[in-house]
């Protein structure tokens, strides 16, 4: 298991089973399976995975990462690996900082104001490179998705005042490689049932609350209620609604799946949302 976190000059402690983020504004721990910590950017990112069984080398070189397979049906998984996108296979994140800008019609700040497309290149790559050499299909592979947060914010959204920027870069970026079971949650249902009125078929869209388990509980029912390999939460940024989120998704990410928490940083104290202010 993988936890990738920072915060500056915050650090994280760690034990066999508990993991308590050394910060004034999160007094809290999270129990879960024994984890590993390294510092990396302002995402935290959890990785269910035997993650080095999959990989040979470096991490980031695509032909390393296949190496360790051979088998029968060589062909198959060869064809799997050709339908890949490019940004997939390369040994850098460059390629996929480009088209998450391309893809999202410049209404993601992923890889502009943040640099996450250095987690989801590594992860994201590895995870579909392993689907394709471990289960081989003719033609695309199912792959489950959710989303907290569309990026509602006064004015209409947090880039160009247009929400839905990551989920049209999804979309375009994995729907043709995968059979992408796209799924997004969103607190401000106003916004949110605007953006699915001007986007129809993009994604499943749900009204929810990231800090109610209830509320989460319902998005996963409702959206099919099996296992997702990829969770983001990109919604408050409010440290307790993003360990409430964690906490209780965690269960519901399949074997080899990811769980990205992006916008950490606003776990410095400074942050007025975390101390209860307005």
């Known amino acids: 298991f ?3 976190f920072a915060q500056g000059p915050k650090m994280v402690a760690v034990g066999s089973r508990t993991t308590a983020v050394m910060n004034g504004s999160i007094g809290r721990t ?8 390294a510092i990396f950017t302002t995402a935290l990112l959890y ?3 035997f993650y080095q069984s999959c990989t040979s080398g470096s991490s980031n070189d695509a032909n390393a990462r296949t190496a360790t397979y051979s088998a029968a049906d ?3 998984r060869s064809k799997c690996l050709d339908r890949l996108p490019g940004w997939a296979m390369d040994g850098h994140a460059d390629t996929l900082k480009k088209q998450l800008v391309v893809a999202s019609d410049g209404l993601t700040d992923k890889s502009t ?10 992860y994201l790559a590895t995870r579909m490179i392993r689907r394709c050499l471990e289960s081989p299909e003719d033609g695309p592979l199912p792959f489950r998705m959710l989303e907290i947060g569309l990026g509602c914010a006064p004015g209409g959204g947090m880039i160009k005042r247009t929400p839905g920027g990551s989920m049209k870069a999804w979309r375009n970026l994995l729907g043709g490689v995968f059979d992408l079971d796209l799924h997004v949650v969103e607190y401000d249902e106003k916004c949110a049932k605007k953006w ?4 129809p078929g993009v994604a499943s869209l749900y009204i929810g609350d990231s800090s109610s388990t209830e509320s989460l509980d319902k998005v996963v029912k409702d959206s099919g209620g099996k296992p997702f390999d990829l969770i983001i939460d990109d919604a408050s940024h409010i440290n307790s609604h993003q360990i409430t989120a964690a906490q209780h998704l965690i269960q519901h990410i399949a074997k080899g799946g990811i769980y990205v928490i992006e916008d950490i940083q606003s776990a410095c104290t400074t942050w007025a949302a975390n101390e209860g202010t307005k």
């Open 196 to 199: 699915e009125e001007k986007n």
């Open 47 to 49: 990785h269910h995975s």
């Open 30 to 37: 999270i129990t879960r399976n024994a984890i590993a910590i």
């Open 74 to 76: 060589a062909d198959a």
């Open 113 to 122: 104001a943040h640099r996450y497309e250095l987690i989801y290149h590594r």
């Open 2 to 4: 993988f936890f990738f």
